[in-house]
């Protein structure tokens, strides 16, 4: 059984950062694309970004060049490095495990929420 466990929220002032970890647990981490997902009050849950077992990543362009996502194979974690937060950043954050192996995964964590404002 593939479980999801975040960590890393808060409140943060704007042009703060925060680094958001994601703890998987199962034997299928190190096939799985592994995505960050956020959805805000009164909107649709969002990609903020995703990374593949190769390494190869692509983010929403609201995030571009300040959020970075990284991988940890060993460790079973995936990371969000976010700088330069702004109040629009404010959301409930979430990790995503999608993978084949026998049958089809898609997990998602408990999230965690990220508060940007002064």
């Known amino acids: 059984q593939v479980q999801l466990v975040e960590s890393g929220g808060g409140l943060v002032q704007p042009g703060g950062s925060l680094r958001l970890s994601c703890a998987a647990s199962?034997?299928?981490?190190?096939?799985?694309?592994m995505g960050w997902y956020r959805q805000a009050p009164g909107k649709e849950r969002e990609l903020v970004a995703a990374?593949?077992?190769?390494?190869?990543?692509n983010y929403a362009d609201s995030v571009k060049g300040r959020f970075t996502i990284s991988r940890d194979n060993a460790l079973k974690e995936v990371y969000l490095q976010m700088n330069s937060l702004k109040p629009e950043d404010t959301a409930v954050y979430y990790c995503?495990?999608?993978?084949?192996?026998?049958?089809?995964?898609?997990?998602w964590g408990q999230g965690t929420q990220v508060t940007v404002s002064s």
């Open positions: 199962g034997s299928i981490f190190s096939i799985a694309v």
């Open positions: 990374i593949t077992s190769a390494h190869i990543t």
């Open positions: 995503n495990l999608r993978a084949t192996w026998a049958k089809q995964y898609d997990v």
